[in-house]
């Protein structure tokens, strides 16, 4: 049984955290779904990722190609990983449900802490998913580096 995992930005923006949580995720062997709402919003992530450091590429596409399943991160606004990922990382409010969580290693939800609307969205994601009994944590960068502030469930 996976866990979700919450990361209230607050000091980075989502295309500066993103690609350290991707290579995290990958160094874990794992292959990702990042599942936004938006393709415009999703292009533009795919646009940040490909202006990347040389010594940090990380190798992506957006869903609706021929080569989905061969993506080690695919980002999509669809439920389904024709890519067989592992991890999903929600981005902009994008939903999870508790047997995602429960079926794969990891969820990341990804907010924006400067978003009224974003921050009350993860809440309620956070009510849901640790009602139905998945495991949570919840992590902030307000000090100025990743600290686990809470944790339920599991």
């Known amino acids: ?10 000091r980075n923006p989502l295309e500066a955290t993103l690609p350290v ?17 938006d393709p415009g919003r999703l292009g533009w992530l795919d646009e940040k990722l490909w202006l990347g450091p040389d010594d940090g590429f990380l190798p992506h596409g957006l869903a609706g190609g021929a080569h989905d ?4 991160v695919l980002l999509t606004t669809g439920a389904e990983a024709p890519n067989g990922a592992r991890c999903v990382m929600s ?13 794969l290693e990891r ?3 990804l907010f924006d802490g400067t978003d009224p ?4 969205a993860a809440r309620g994601q956070w009510r849901a998913l640790t009602s139905a009994g998945c495991a949570a944590q919840y992590w902030s960068e307000e000090s100025g580096r990743w600290e686990k ?6």
């Open 1 to 10: 049984m996976g866990a979700a995992y919450f990361y209230h930005l607050t």
């Open 21 to 37: 949580l991707l290579t995290k995720a990958l160094g874990a062997g794992w292959r990702v779904a990042v599942r936004g709402t």
């Open 69 to 72: 399943a061969d993506q080690p």
């Open 91 to 103: 981005v902009d409010g994008a939903s999870v449900t508790a047997e995602e969580v429960a079926t």
């Open 107 to 109: 969820v990341c939800i």
């Open 117 to 120: 609307q974003a921050v009350e």
């Open 149 to 154: 502030k809470a944790e339920a469930g599991g």
